[in-house]
């Protein structure tokens, strides 16, 4: 079964997290943008959500993390939640 390792940041607004998506292009670190600005508890972890399998997240985040490409911050994705920038750190199939 397939597993992946995840971190997050989750933001009110899709401009909140646009502005973080450019910090971190910017060579900001994710973990301490993550533990600065996430609305999740996982921000005071740098955003890690540990490992996972599929089904474990909400569809929008669970597709992202199972079919995107691994070391690459994505985003903005919208759930129910708000809006994520989410990097995959691993997954194995």
């Known amino acids: 079964m397939a ?3 995840a971190r ?6 899709v401009e909140e997290a646009e502005d973080l998506l450019r910090e971190i292009e910017g060579g900001a670190d ?3 943008l993550a533990e600065v600005h996430s609305k999740c508890p996982s921000g005071s972890s ?3 959500l540990g490992e996972f399998g599929p089904g474990q997240m ?3 985040f669970d597709h992202v993390v199972f079919h995107d490409a691994v070391g690459v911050v ?3 994705v919208q759930t129910k939640f708000g809006h994520h920038l989410i990097e995959i750190t691993s997954r194995t199939e």
């Open 3 to 5: 597993k992946a390792r």
């Open 8 to 13: 997050h940041i989750l933001v009110d607004t």
């Open 30 to 32: 994710f973990a301490a």
């Open 46 to 48: 740098g955003g890690d």
């Open 58 to 60: 909400v569809p929008e």
């Open 74 to 76: 994505h985003g903005p």
